[in-house]
């Protein structure tokens, strides 16, 4: 006699679980206005969200720890990349929802939540420390290390959010660092790549920007209204070459081949060997692009319903949301890059261009 339970929605879901969870401070949602209710499903949504996002990042970072990355491997990459950025729009979402909010309903029930915080949000600081945001970029939120502060308890006693920041703090090394050291492998003279391979293709790159730079500047001489300050228009182009090569030449070696190798790749990814890569850091891309809406809309959602008056928690509110979505950048290279493309058609030659497109060497 076959004993096997069949499965049902309610039981793999746990949905009379899931529907218990809207009390608040009390045992039952049916002591809440509608619009508590709202605001707790909403904010347990986010956390539910944040926990995928946490383990596809986990799983994106432990790839790029191997010694090497199979196309396949960048495959899987770009997949979960897009999955976490498109969590992210739909993210975006819903601050729409909590905007529905009357700031009357709201200020209703506010005062439950002092001195609550959704800063206290250890899973979105778990995401933070993974991706590589480095203590000395984060926002103030008190006194120095009061993040670490806010997710203990009474006393300072550890709570389970503590101990997870903490873990995630330890589990080395961080998304951006494994990156990192997967763009540094980047063998940017093909076959023939040795150490210096990187800034040979730098210095061809900034004499084709320069090239490009200097057509740009008769360009705009030419069409310059009559009386217009040549001095300063040449001043503005002669400034753009220079942060290029200060961007591309920086004093840290390795730095420079990071950036090297981003520009690299972003400048051949029709190349067989190079479009995949190139899907990774447009994924990445998108991916913090989709977070940094995400903290922007955070900050209008609640300026639009509060105002700029001072957070439950004990921010300064709207200006400290403002803060980070403008301060947590945790790929500026990526970012960078953007601001030093040229016209494709005027690009260096390719190095090794044989071995980037696959094509078997012409016998001699």
Not at 244 to 253: A, I
């Amino acid at each position: 006699m076959n004993d096997v339970r069949p499965t049902t929605y309610w039981d793999y879901i746990q949905v009379d679980r899931l529907l218990e969870l809207q009390g608040g401070l009390g045992d039952q949602s049916d002591d809440l206005a509608p619009e508590e209710v709202l605001f707790i499903t909403v904010h347990q949504v986010f956390e539910l969200w944040f926990k995928v996002i946490l383990g596809e990042l986990i799983a994106i970072r432990n790839a790029f720890k191997a010694p090497q990355l199979s196309n396949e491997d960048m495959i899987d990459v770009v997949a979960r990349l897009e999955r976490c950025a498109t969590i992210l729009r739909v993210g975006n979402q819903h601050w729409e929802v909590v905007e529905t909010l009357p700031p009357r309903e709201y200020l209703k029930f506010r005062g439950k939540l002092m001195p609550a915080s959704g800063f206290q949000s250890a899973q979105l600081r778990q995401i933070e420390i993974l991706l590589g945001l480095e203590e000395s970029e984060r926002v103030p939120f008190g006194s120095e290390g009061s993040h670490l502060a806010a997710l203990r308890g009474p006393g300072g006693a550890a709570t389970e959010a503590s101990r997870k920041v903490a873990h995630q703090m330890q589990d080395l090394p961080t998304l951006k660092a494994a990156i990192s050291d997967w763009l540094e492998r980047t063998p940017i003279g093909g076959a023939d790549h040795h150490a210096g391979s990187h800034a040979e293709f730098i210095e061809q790159y900034l004499a084709a920007h320069s090239a490009e730079v200097d057509r740009s500047l008769a360009h705009a001489q030419a069409v310059a209204t009559e009386g217009a300050d040549e001095g300063r228009l040449r001043g503005l182009y002669d400034a753009e070459r220079q942060s290029v090569r200060d961007f591309l030449q920086p004093e840290d070696e390795r730095l420079a081949r990071i950036r090297a190798a981003i520009l690299f790749i972003e400048t051949y990814p029709e190349e067989p060997l190079l479009t995949w890569p190139h899907r990774v850091l447009e994924g990445l891309l998108v991916f913090e692009q989709r977070f940094v809406i995400f903290r922007q809309r955070h900050a209008r959602m609640v300026e639009r319903i509060i105002g700029r008056r001072t957070g439950t928690g004990g921010t300064a509110g709207v200006e400290y949301l403002d803060k980070t979505a403008l301060r947590y950048r945790i790929f500026p290279d990526l970012w960078g890059v953007r601001s030093l493309l040229i016209n494709p058609q005027e690009a260096p030659e390719l190095s090794g261009a044989d071995f980037f497109g696959l094509r078997a060497e012409t016998p001699s």
